[in-house]
C-alpha cells in the first residue's frame, strides 16, 4: 500500500517555464487537496477535489490549476513559473469528504523557480 | 474566516520532562482540530483530533490534547517526551460548516535534548 505518492521529489525551474506536479493516491480515497509549505506560514491550501470532475480553489489558487479526471490522481499545474511560487507542495487526501476525517499527506515536492 | 495560532516557534525540553505545544483557534461556530507532526524532509502525519465530546483526546506516540472551549485552545500535551519527538508541528482547524477548508497554523518546532 504506497499510500499517496507525489513526483518528482525535486524540480528547478526557470521563471516563465510550466510544469506538473503529479499526485496519486491508492486508497481509493475521495477527497483530494494541494498545499503549498512556506517558513513561518504553515501549510497553505492552493486547490481540493472532492471527487472525479469536481474541483475548487482554496486560500492561494492563482497561477496554479488543477483536474481531477480519476479518483486516485489529482496533478497540480504551474502555469507560468514566478519566484514567488517556489515552495514545498504537499498533496493529501481524505477518506470521504466530511470535515471530521484526518489528511493523509504525500512526501512532498521541493520546487525552486529561479 | 477560521484562522490558527501558535504563540512559539520553537520549544526546547529535556529529555523525560514533559512537553506542551500550545494552539488557540478561531473559528465561526464549533470547530474540528487536529495536530499533525512533520519528521524532517517528510510528509505530515496525523497525531489526534477533537470532533466532539470528552475534552481530553488521547492519540498516538502518547501524545494528548486538550479542547478548552472558553479559552478557545488545544494545548498538544505528552508527559514525559523522548529525543524521537523532536520535529515540527502543526495544529489545524476546521469550521463545522466547511467540510473542506482545513487551515493550518505556522507550526512549532520541537527539540528534545538528550
Redesign the interface.
Known sequence: NAG?TQTPKFQVLKTGQSMTLQCAQDMNHE?M?W?RQDP??????IH?S?GAGIT?Q??VPNGYNVSRSTTEDFPLRLLSAAPSQTSVY?C?SSYG????R???????SRLTVL | AQSVAQPEDQVNVAEGNPLTVKCTYSVSGNPYLFWYVQYPNRGLQFLLKYITGDNLVKGSYGFEAEFNKSQTSFHLKKPSALVSDSALYFCAVRPFSNDYKLSFGAGTTVTVRA
Open positions: 499517496v477527497y487537496s498545499y513561518g506560514m504553515g501549510l497553505r491550501l481540493y472532492v475548487d482554496g486560500e504537499f493529501a469528504t466530511g470535515g471530521t484526518e489528511l493523509f499527506f504525500g512526501e512532498g
